[in-house]
Each structure stands twice: as structure tokens, then as C-alpha cells.
């Protein structure tokens, strides 16, 4: 047993009053969960405390909150684990919060809240989940008995499925706390099981509607938030960037909010100079992907539009003129490497992704350096997606 401080970010709007933490004593296992400590509180000694939770065993997804700074489910997350990374979160800011055995929980962010630890899911998380159509839109005509999935298949949707529908990723999305518009990563998550289904008809329909929305698959900054927030592995923004790579590569989807080209202006760039080569980035997203985009009436009118921001950061030393207009020299030997990258990913014949969420033990498929001298189990490596699909293929 210890000794922990727990600390909850009380907050009732109706009251007119501001948001305060709520300070309690108390002594439990260390293996008890976060959970456990907020309900004996509310049990024994303030039972107005709010805090929404079902299933206590990580299923339900009801009690997603933040810890010491960090989003997860408050029922599975043990107080040492909890307090052991109370310290160098962002939470921790003032010196009262970093002492000892102090836990710090307070409702999700980027959802607003109805009371104490209860935040709103409908009027953000749910309604995200419903914009990017979640269910099945089946191809016709239905087979007689049931849709045969390839197994292949199947596992490259697994990991999305495994979704609880908590909220963590969308409480630390950093677009979503500039852009509260943006569908998040949840709803791109889900987005993805439905465009990774070879039963569903409108795949193309899908990501033509999420790449064109302005708040869309292409706001996502690949911050990695998501998936560190994830208590399930879904790894939403690796989800993202599938649907991105499927529109964009396999349906050639140019959206109206150059998404896309925006990142074939990065890819071609490294290749041309090994590292990004920040001014012509917006020229080539705007006027075409090469050198001669800059002269593009769509790429003058936005390079117009951000000289005032370019003239301010080179005077503040922030833009080397000199790397603004000629690129950066990388040594020969260093741009060799690149090209060599380069020239093993473009001569692939076909996209194939790694699946990295199904590991384990493959009973059936004898691996041969184990076959020789042993019984065990052979460790199945993660499993490849399914190759890039097309139209063609998936119809
Ligand atoms: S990676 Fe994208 S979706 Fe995920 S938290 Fe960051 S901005 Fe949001
Ligand atoms: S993707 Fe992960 S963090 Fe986001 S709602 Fe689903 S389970 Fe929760
Ligand atoms: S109470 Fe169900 S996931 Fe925590």
C-alpha cells in the first residue's frame, strides 16, 4: 500500500464558478487503477464527484480522461505507473503537482465538459464518427450466402476494428485544438476500416469526400499524438496516412486543398536537394512539381500572399537567404544514399504495407530456422497489408 494524492479537476458550468482541483488523500496498491482511487473517493467522501465508467476492464471506453497530462483510460492505468509519470508532463508545470505520489486527473481535451471528468462525446467525438458515413455501404448484388473476405484483408482492418471509442487520440490532437473542425483521428480511424473493406462499394466515393473536405484527411500534421494516446494500438494517424497514400496514389484524387500535391512536393524535393527545401515548397504545391512551378499564377498569388511572413522571419534571422533561393548542398556521397532510397521504393512494382499490429505465433507455417531443431512455435512476422488495391481489383 502507498500513499497517493489524488488531485481531480472539478468544473460545473452551470454554477457560474471556475474549474479547481479537488485535492484527496488516500492509501491503496500500487496495482490499483486510477479508477479504483477516483470511485473510493466518490464512495466514501464526495459522491458529487463526476466520472463516467462501465466496464472498469478497458473494453468500454467510457472512462477516457487525462492523467498527470496524458490521455488514457482511468481504469487501466495503475496509480505507480500513473504517478511515476506525473513529473515531466505538461501538467506538472507548477512544483505542487511533481512531488511524490501526486495524480492529477482531469477531463479529456478538445471536447467540452459537462461536469468534473464528464466531457460531451456526442457534441465532438460522435459526431465526427457519424461524418465519415461508419458503416458498410455493401457492393451489389448481395451473394446469395455470405461476402468472402480475404484473410489478408481482414488483418489489415483488425487493427482499426480494434477501436473502443474512447476519445484519447482526439483529446491530444494538435490540429484539432487549432482547427476544432477537423474530423480527427478517430473518425479518419474508422474512416479506414470501411476503405481498407474490399465488400465496400464506395471507396473512391470516401476519399474523394474526405481529401476535398477543407477539414479533412489532409489536416493532420503527423504530430504521432494519436498514436501515443491510443490505449488500443489503433494507431489512427498510420491510418491516415494509408487513406492519404490510397487516394492520392491509387484513385490520383487531387483535392481542391492541394493535399496531395503538397506531399508529392516533399517527396520530390528531398530527392532533388536530400533535405527539404522549405521555399520551394509552396510554389511546387501550388504551381506543379518542379522548378518551373514558382512561375504558376496560382503559385505567384500565394507566394504573393506569404511574402510579408518571409520577409519577417529572414529579418529575424529565422530564413537563410541563401538556402531560401539555391536549396541545401548536401556532399555527393550523402545525395548517392538518397537517390539509392529512392530508386529501391520507386522500383517496386506494387505498394505493399506493413501491418505492424498483428504479431504472434504461427502454429501452421514451420519457420525454416526453427524447423531443424525445434517444437516451438514459430514467431510470425507482421504481417503485410493487403498490396495497393484498385479500383479494378476490389470491384
Ligand atoms: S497525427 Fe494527425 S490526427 Fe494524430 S494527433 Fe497528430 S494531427 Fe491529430
Ligand atoms: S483510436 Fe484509440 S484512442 Fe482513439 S478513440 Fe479509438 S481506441 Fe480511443
Ligand atoms: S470503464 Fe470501461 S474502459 Fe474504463
Not at 468500454?60 to 483510460?73: A, D, E, F, T
Not at 484539432?176 to 474490399?198: H, Q, S
Request: charged share 25%; hydrophobic share 35%; aromatic share 6%.
Amino acid at each position: 500500500m502507498s500513499e497517493y494524492t489524488l488531485r481531480i479537476r472539478r468544473f460545473d458550468p452551470e454554477s457560474g464558478e471556475a474549474a479547481y482541483w479537488d485535492e484527496h488523500t488516500l492509501e491503496m496498491g500500487d496495482k490499483r487503477s486510477v479508477l479504483d482511487a477516483i470511485l473510493q473517493v466518490k464512495g466514501e467522501t464526495d459522491g458529487s464527484i463526476g466520472i463516467r465508467c462501465s466496464c472498469q476492464q478497458g473494453i468500454c471506453g467510457s472512462c477516457g480522461v487525462r492523467i498527470n497530462g496524458k490521455p488514457g483510460l482511468a481504469c487501466n492505468t495503475h496509480l505507480d505507473t500513473a504517478a511515476a509519470r506525473g513529473a515531466d508532463t505538461i501538467s506538472m508545470s507548477d512544483d505542487e503537482h511533481s512531488d511524490g505520489n501526486v495524480i492529477s486527473v482531469e477531463p479529456m481535451g478538445n471536447i467540452p465538459v459537462i461536469r468534473d471528468l464528464i466531457v460531451d462525446m456526442d457534441a465532438v467525438h460522435w459526431k465526427k464518427i457519424r461524418r465519415v458515413t461508419p458503416w458498410l455501404i455493401n457492393k451489389e448484388p448481395v451473394p446469395e450466402r455470405e461476402y468472402i473476405v480475404p484473410h489478408d484483408n481482414m488483418v489489415d482492418v483488425t487493427q482499426t476494428m480494434a477501436c473502443i471509442q474512447c476519445g484519447a487520440c482526439v483529446s491530444d490532437c494538435l490540429s484539432m485544438e487549432v482547427d476544432p473542425g477537423f474530423i480527427g483521428p478517430a473518425a479518419l480511424a474508422k474512416a479506414y476500416r470501411f476503405v481498407g473493406d474490399p465488400r465496400d462499394a464506395e471507396h473512391q466515393e470516401r476519399l474523394k469526400d474526405l481529401a476535398e473536405d477543407e477539414h479533412g484527411m489532409y489536416d493532420c500534421t503527423h504530430c504521432f499524438n494519436c498514436i501515443d494516446a491510443c490505449p488500443k494500438d489503433v494507431a489512427p494517424m498510420n491510418q491516415i496516412m494509408r487513406l492519404r497514400r490510397i487516394a492520392g496514389d491509387d484513385y490520383e484524387i487531387n483535392d481542391r486543398n492541394n493535399g496531395n500535391r503538397h506531399e508529392e512536393a516533399f517527396v520530390t524535393l528531398i530527392k532533388d536537394y536530400g533535405l527539404l527545401h522549405e521555399a520551394e515548397l509552396l510554389p511546387r504545391s501550388y504551381g506543379g512539381n518542379s522548378w518551373f512551378g514558382k512561375f504558376h499564377p496560382d503559385a505567384g498569388k500565394e507566394l504573393m500572399s506569404s511574402l510579408g511572413t518571409a520577409i519577417k522571419a529572414m529579418m529575424r534571422g529565422k530564413i537563410n537567404p541563401r538556402i531560401a533561393l539555391f536549396g541545401h548542398k548536401l556532399p555527393s556521397e550523402d545525395m548517392k544514399a538518397v537517390e539509392q532510397i529512392y530508386n529501391v521504393v520507386e522500383g517496386r512494382e506494387k505498394r505493399t504495407e506493413l501491418n505492424l499490429y498483428i504479431t504472434g505465433w504461427d502454429d501452421e507455417e514451420e519457420h525454416p530456422e526453427h524447423a531443424a531443431h525445434s517444437d516451438a512455435p514459430t514467431p510470425l512476422v507482421p504481417q503485410a497489408a493487403p498490396e495497393a488495391t484498385t479500383e479494378s481489383e476490389t470491384s
